[in-house]
């Protein structure tokens, strides 16, 4: 973790930043390998600060190795005043999406004489190219998905409710050795397949839907996420057309993937693709985004995303097609780029199954 | 849910706010029955706004009844300001600890000319005293984690890990009826017990170790969250103090819950009692907290707490002893307050249990 504040460091020189406040619990996990609920991180030129409550007091001793801890009684930027961290006139940078409005007020008024910086994605941006060690772990996140896969598929069956079928696949998760569910597991049949992001509901499964099953596994904190599609039942022509149409746009959306490609061209080879077929409208999302230690991360992989996908980074790839009366059908995998292509890390097949 | 809006447009009247935006995905379940990942709510004199995008195009039509839905391709504030509905001088109130700063400045920045009043805890102090239908759902959170309890308990032998514990949890609570886990479990044993929030992890579950187990079921959105500690083979004459003194430290503060105790108040009974055990610094946390559609809601029963206790509110009793060398004890019931007394919802036997 010592490499990944040395990147920080750097990153702070190239934006004038004299010191950085940490306020995502994602990046505190990230630099310094603390997991609890409450924290706040400083990084200046010659210190490293973890600051939480006396909750973790002894927890931090078995995870935090690479900062100085501070236990709070109540506020967080106590020991930054106390031990006069910030000095007068000092460029201090917070991260705007991870810090609310009351505490970024607390924040200008314990240092008024400061001069907070508002930053966006600035870890984010260090993670999108992963080290070796990262790549690792999500690979490992991948593989417990597919083993994940493999131990549900046999259970399917019409008359379970989809929470049910959510409760297999979390246990299972952690069985095999997930840290814990990457999301809550979406588990959407028949009318609720058109709800791209439908949650597990009381529902039974019945014959004749599509069941859409999108699930991710944790290792050393790094996810995986992968989606499935299956019929129970034989799947009607419309179904049947559906499916393939998407599996091809995975397809060709993963050929296409390599180094520097824009996320916007990304995006476009799979959305034309069913624009093709019909379904130009059935595809309401974006068709992937990075994965890393949050499940939604960058680059962003959209029609209207900026990004490009950098080598060796790890993007999912879900393109779907969702029609209110039909139902819904997403095949997402998780993929790591190089320069020449891109390796699929959800080994898992996609031909449609069918589930009598 | 009307009753919700109109409880809020009665404070927001008390508040001299014309608007209120909402930003808290939890409140705009609790407004408007939405469970998806992005959102916005809006409440004026006329108007109740949902604003999302296109994932939930058909997610809202089942779920939002209360509201005019408003589907975004980008920005959550476009509708607001398409549709004119802030004038100019309007006061207009938001979530100060549920919204970022960048989206604070996107809002200053799309309505120059509103007053933005940042506020803190309006719907949650809503929350605090139940509505009779809201208390039955807590109830039905509190019934469902004794089942899950129930079934887990005969679970429980040395050599399984504290991960496969909590898969054992997750799973049965799910199978039971619960919509997710309220929080991820806690199942910290040996030397992790001592650790006031460590979740499960690989290490196996040893003899002459006390666990402390720590989930929650959640029924229509509104949770449980309950702890017991078990003890594998016989205690050390220690182990055993420490566990009578917490029980002990769980009846008293029990007993002296009613309508209108101040929070600090209520916390000291048990802390006293610790502390006359010999333990005031080993009870390192609060006493407990409101409980509701978030795990941890207001009133706060802390040392420092300035909260009152309301009838009709629902609140967490959770002292506990953590001792490095030997290890941690807590017990956690979830009370309703009364006005002359409380009632215990998480109804489970508190008595030490030996598992050989």
């Known amino acids: ?47 490293q600060w973890l600051i939480t409550d006396r909750r973790y007091r002894e927890q931090v001793k078995h995870e935090v190795h690479h900062a100085e801890v501070h236990i709070i009684q109540q506020d ?39 001069r907070l910086a508002a930053t966006e994605y600035v870890i984010e941006k260090l993670t999108i190219s992963r080290l070796p060690e990262e790549i690792e772990h999500t ?56 709800l791209p992001h439908g949650i597990a509901s009381r529902k039974t499964i019945e014959y004749g839907e599509l069941v859409v099953i999108d699930f991710g596994c944790v290792y050393e904190g790094f996810c995986s996420d992968v989606t499935r599609t299956v019929m129970i039942g034989q799947p009607s022509e419309e179904q ?15 050929a296409a993937a390599k180094a520097n490609i824009p996320g916007a061209e ?28 949050d499940v939604h991360s960058l680059p962003r992989i959209s029609p209207v995303s900026k990004d490009r996908i950098p080598a060796d980074s790890i993007i999912t790839i879900e393109p779907g097609v969702y029609l209110p009366e039909i139902g819904g059908v997403r095949i997402e995998d998780d993929i790591l780029v190089h320069n020449d292509g891109a390796e699929v890390l959800t080994d898992i097949d996609r031909e449609l199954i069918i589930i009598e």
Chains 1, 2 share one sequence.
């Open 1 to 47: 973790m010592a490499d990944r504040i040395s990147l920080l460091r750097r990153r702070m020189q190239e934006l004038n930043l004299s010191a950085f406040v940490i306020s995502s619990l994602t990046h505190l996990r990230y630099l310094f390998g603390f997991s609890g609920s409450n924290g706040l991180g400083v990084i200046t030129e010659e210190h």
């Open 76 to 114: 967080l930027f106590e020991p930054i005043k106390k031990r006069k961290l910030f000095s007068k006139g000092m460029r201090v940078g917070f991260e705007a999406l991870h810090l609310n409005f009351r505490d970024f007020s607390r924040l200008q008024k314990a240092f008024p004489d400061v």
């Open 139 to 194: 690979r490992r996140a991948c593989e417990l998905a597919r083993r994940v896969w493999e131990t549900i598929l046999p259970v399917i069956r019409p008359g379970m409710t989809e929470l049910d079928l959510s409760a297999e696949i979390s246990y299972h998760s952690k069985k095999l050795g997930s840290e814990r569910d990457a999301f809550e597991p979406i588990v959407a049949s028949g009318w609720r397949s058109a």
């Open 240 to 254: 049947r057309r559906m499916y393939e149409a998407v599996k091809e746009a995975n397809r060709r959306a993963i």
């Open 266 to 293: 990304l995006d476009r080879v799979a959305r034309d693709y069913l624009k093709e077929q019909g379904y130009d409208k059935a595809f309401g999302h974006s068709l992937g985004h990075g994965l890393g230690l």
